[in-house]
T-cell receptor, first 114, second 117 residues
Framework: GNSVTQMEGPVTLSEEAFLTINCTYT??????LFWYVQYPGEGLQLLLK?????DKGSNKGFEATYRKETTSFHLEKGSVQVSDSAVYFC?????????????FGSGTRLLVRP | ETGVTQSPTHLIKTRGQQVTLRCSSQ?????VSWYQQALGQGPQFIFQ???????GRGNFPPRFSGLQFPNYSSELNVNALELDDSALYLC????????????????FGEGSWLTVV
C-alpha cells in the first residue's frame, strides 16, 4: 500500500540555520503531497502542498518540490526561527473507492535554539 | 483558526466505557474525516463521511463508529474502550471527497485528547 517515510528526529538547529527534513513516499498513481505542522498542544495546520510532479509548494519561507523521479518531497527553509519549533508531518493523498484520505509519516520534531 | 471545532478538548475514560467526540466542520464543508494520532506517531485515518454516509474506512474495528448530521457536523463514537485507544482524535473537513485530488485544502480541528485508564 501507499506509505510515507520521514527522517527521524529530533532535529536540533540554531536560529538562522538551514533546514532540510527528508520525506520519501511510495504510491500508485499520482498523489498530492503535503506538509503539515503541529505546534505543541495543537492540531494540524497545512504548511504547503503540491498536486503534481515538479510543482513547488511554498509558505512562510518553507519550500518543498514534488520529485516524481526520486519519489521525494523534502521540506526546506533557508533560515529557521525559534518559532518554527514544532513537529512536521509529510503526507500524501490516497484514493479509496469513493473517498480520499491522507497517509502521514511518523513526524519529525524540530527544535530551534536561540 | 481553521473553522473546525472539536469537543471536548480533553477527557478521561475507564477501560470498557464508551465515548462520543464531536466535530463542527467549516461552513460549507460537506465532508468530514476522523483521524487517530497516538503519542509520537502520525495521524491514522479512521473513516470519512460525505452527505451523512460513511464512504471510506481505515483499519479500525467496528467499535469505532460515526455519524454525520444534516448540518455536516459529526460524531465519533468508540465503544468498549481499550487502553490503546488513548490518543488525540482529529477531525478534518473539506468541500467534497475529491478535495485533496483537486488540491483543495482540508482543515483540521485542534483535536480531542482521550485518555483511557
Amino acid at each position: 500500500g501507499n506509505s510515507v517515510t520521514q527522517m527521524e528526529g529530533p532535529v536540533t538547529l540554531s536560529e538562522e540555520a538551514f533546514l532540510t527534513i527528508n520525506c520519501t513516499y511510495t504510491a500508485t498513481g499520482y498523489p498530492s503531497l503535503f506538509w503539515y505542522v503541529q505546534y505543541p498542544g495543537e492540531g494540524l495546520q497545512l504548511l504547503l502542498k503540491a498536486t503534481k510532479a515538479d510543482d513547488k509548494g511554498s509558505n512562510k519561507g518553507f519550500e518543498a518540490t514534488y520529485r516524481k523521479e526520486t519519489t521525494s518531497f523534502h521540506l526546506e527553509k533557508g533560515s529557521v526561527q525559534v518559532s518554527d519549533s514544532a513537529v512536521y508531518f509529510c503526507a500524501l493523498s490516497d484514493r479509496g473507492d469513493s473517498s480520499y484520505k491522507l497517509i502521514f509519516g511518523s513526524g519529525t520534531r524540530l527544535l530551534v535554539r536561540p | 483558526e481553521t473553522g473546525v471545532t472539536q469537543s471536548p478538548t480533553h477527557l478521561i475514560k475507564t477501560r470498557g466505557q464508551q465515548v462520543t467526540l464531536r466535530c463542527s466542520s467549516q461552513s460549507g464543508h460537506n465532508t468530514v474525516s476522523w483521524y487517530q494520532q497516538a503519542l509520537g506517531q502520525g495521524p491514522q485515518f479512521i473513516f470519512q463521511y460525505y452527505r451523512e454516509e460513511e464512504n471510506g474506512r481505515g483499519n479500525f474495528p467496528p467499535r469505532f463508529s460515526g455519524l454525520q448530521f444534516p448540518n455536516y457536523s459529526s460524531e465519533l463514537n468508540v465503544n468498549a474502550l481499550e487502553l490503546d485507544d488513548s490518543a488525540l482524535y482529529l477531525c478534518a473537513s473539506s468541500s467534497g471527497t475529491m478535495a485533496m485530488s483537486s488540491g483543495n485544502t482540508i482543515y483540521f480541528g485542534e483535536g480531542s485528547w482521550l485518555t483511557v485508564v
